[in-house]
């Protein structure tokens, strides 16, 4: 049996076709249904993901998406899917889940996604029993890359950089405050755009405003979500994500403020999505 898995976030989504012990990879652009309708996603799918299947048979399709605990949402994919794969089997989930079972497998845990969203959960080992609401890139998200972007901007909009970071900011993207304002709030995908300057702090670690920016924005996360959890006092938390992972230093160090016990910290969820689809 083939089966292909898919994880998809925002601004990537991983593909891996598990054909006879043997994994084949691919990337393609985020897949979002709030941003994308079928049609949208079945043109992503065309350009970028069959043709690198070459016409290879799949059997069953599990996808793990942004924005797919929606229902309707969820059948925005699915029909794209159904069509792109007409033979296959098709489930669609969202991503929490997909990290859930990648992080934990079957046993009890915390799962947080920090990536260009964020989002939390409590697995009891089968299900997402607790979820902290997820508001969304506009009113929530904290902690994740859209979030920290998002600070990011502030701190150069407001004149709060000092003259290192801001000449450093001015080389890097030679911008300005009216087209970051256009591209925020007349642009698609604004959320992928707000946590493009991630790598802004990543290149800038050690300067006392960065190492502020992050501290603050991974604190509103554990405050905000992981303290709404009695259970993140009694079982390991996880953590996925390019945020996550890339500033695990900082995720290590709240942890033992909080007295939480850290659990894996990985950067991406698909080498436990397909150790937990192989058994």
């Not at 915390?110 to 990536?115: A, H, N, Y």
């Not at 890097?172 to 709030?185: A, G, P």
Request: glycine letters at 10%; aromatic letters at 12%; hydrophobic letters at 35%.
């Amino acid at each position: 049996m083939n089966i292909l898995i898919a994880d998809s976030g925002a601004t990537k989504c991983e593909w891996c076709l598990l054909q006879e012990g043997k994994k084949k990879k691919i990337d393609t652009q985020g897949i979002s249904p709030y941003f994308l309708d079928a049609a949208g996603i079945g043109q992503v799918l065309n350009r970028e993901l069959l043709p690198v299947l070459k016409k290879q048979a799949v059997d069953q399709v599990y996808y793990y998406g942004t924005g797919c605990n929606n229902p309707d949402n969820r059948k925005i994919v699915e029909k794209a899917l159904k069509l792109a794969f007409p033979g296959a089997k098709v489930h669609v989930t969202h991503d929490l889940m997909g990290s859930a079972l990648a992080l934990c497998g079957n046993t009890k845990g915390i799962s947080c996604i920090l990536g260009t969203g964020s989002n939390s959960c409590y697995f009891d080992g089968k299900k997402i029993v607790k979820n902290s609401p997820g508001l969304g890139f506009i009113l929530g998200d904290e902690g994740s890359g859209a979030y920290l972007g998002k600070k990011v901007l502030q701190y150069y909009m407001y004149n709060t950089f000092d003259e290192e970071l801001r000449y450093k900011f001015d080389a890097k993207y030679v911008t300005n405050n009216k087209e970051i304002l256009e591209r925020v709030y007349k642009q698609p995908l604004p959320n992928r755009y707000l946590a493009s300057f991630t790598l802004f702090l990543v290149e800038n670690r050690g300067h006392y405003m960065v190492e502020n920016i992050i501290e603050d924005g991974l604190n509103d996360f554990f405050f905000n979500h992981l303290c709404k959890y009695r259970e993140s006092w009694k079982l390991p938390i996880h953590f996925v994500g390019g945020v996550a992972y890339g500033f695990r230093d900082v995720v290590k160090d709240l942890c033992h403020t909080y007295e939480f016990e850290l659990g894996k910290i990985l950067q991406k969820p698909m080498d436990g999505l397909i150790k937990y689809h192989q058994k």
